[in-house]
T-cell receptor, first 117, second 114 residues
Framework: AQTVTQSQPEMSVQEAETVTLSCTYD???????LFWYKQPPSRQMILVIR??????QNATENRFSVNFQKAAKSFSLKISDSQLGDAAMYFC??????????????FGTGTRLTIIP | NAGVMQNPRHLVRRRGQEARLRCSPM?????VYWYRQLPEEGLKFMVY????????ESGMPKERFSAEFPKEGPSILRIQQVVRGDSAAYFC????????????FGPGTRLTVL
C-alpha cells in the first residue's frame, strides 16, 4: 500500500517570503499522480497543484510550484511571495496511475502553514 | 458551474440514531468519492462510486456504514446507530469519467455525535 509522509506538522513564514513544504511517499508503482490540497479555516479542500509522475517538468501554478524528485520519492511545494490568504493546512496526496479503479487518494497528515504579517 | 454540493453542512445526532449525508457532484461528473477526516488528521478514503455501482469500498467500516449513488439524485452516505467515534468531517469529491481525472471536493459535512 502507498503511504504519504509530511514531516512538518507546522510551518510559518513572513508575508512576502518563500516557504517550502515537504512531502515524501512510498510506492512500487511507476505511474501515478501527486497533488497538493489546501484546507483553509473554512475546511473546504482546494486543489493547489497536480503533478503526473511521467512528466519530468515540475508543475507550476502562479506562486505555487513543486519540486518533484521521482527517484527520491519526494514532492515538495514551494509558495513564493506568501500572502495572508495562504494560511491553511496543506495536504499532500497520492493517486495510482490512470487505470479506472485506482482513483482513491492517499493523504498525508498535513502541514499547518501560518503567515506572519 | 456549481461545485460539489454537500448537505447538511452540520449534523448533530445522538448515539444510536442514523445519519444521512448527501452529495451532489459537479455537473458532468459521474464519479463520487467519500472521505472521512477525524479531528487533527488527514482525509481517509472510504468509498468510490459510479452511478448505481460501488467500485471500491475498501475504506468503509464493515458495519453500520453504507453508500449509494442512484441513477437519479445525490449520493448518500448512511451511518446507522452512530457512536461518538463517528464524529468527524465527511467530504465528498467528484470527477468526470476520464482516466486520471482530478477530484474536486465539496465543503464537507461535520457530524457530531452526542
Amino acid at each position: 500500500a502507498q503511504t504519504v509522509t509530511q514531516s512538518q506538522p507546522e510551518m510559518s513564514v513572513q508575508e512576502a517570503e518563500t516557504v517550502t513544504l515537504s512531502c515524501t511517499y512510498d510506492t512500487s508503482e511507476s505511474d501515478y499522480y501527486l497533488f497538493w490540497y489546501k484546507q483553509p479555516p473554512s475546511r473546504q479542500m482546494i486543489l493547489v497543484i497536480r503533478q503526473e509522475a511521467y512528466k519530468q517538468q515540475n508543475a507550476t501554478e502562479n506562486r505555487f510550484s513543486v519540486n518533484f524528485q521521482k527517484a527520491a520519492k519526494s514532492f515538495s511545494l514551494k509558495i513564493s511571495d506568501s500572502q495572508l490568504g495562504d494560511a491553511a493546512m496543506y495536504f499532500c496526496a497520492y493517486r495510482s496511475g490512470p487505470n479506472f479503479g485506482n482513483e482513491k487518494l492517499t493523504f498525508g497528515t498535513g502541514t499547518r502553514l501560518t503567515i506572519i504579517p | 458551474n456549481a461545485g460539489v454540493m454537500q448537505n447538511p453542512r452540520h449534523l448533530v445526532r445522538r448515539r444510536g440514531q442514523e445519519a444521512r449525508l448527501r452529495c451532489s457532484p459537479m455537473k458532468g461528473h459521474s464519479h463520487v468519492y467519500w472521505y472521512r477526516q477525524l479531528p487533527e488528521e488527514g482525509l481517509k478514503f472510504m468509498v468510490y462510486l459510479q452511478k448505481e455501482n460501488i467500485i471500491d469500498e475498501s475504506g468503509m467500516p464493515k458495519e453500520r456504514f453504507s453508500a449509494e449513488f442512484p441513477k437519479e439524485g445525490p449520493s448518500i452516505l448512511r451511518i446507522q446507530q452512530v457512536v461518538r467515534g463517528d464524529s468527524a468531517a465527511y467530504f465528498c469529491a467528484s470527477s468526470p469519467e476520464l482516466a486520471g481525472a482530478t477530484q474536486y471536493f465539496g465543503p464537507g459535512t461535520r457530524l457530531t455525535v452526542l
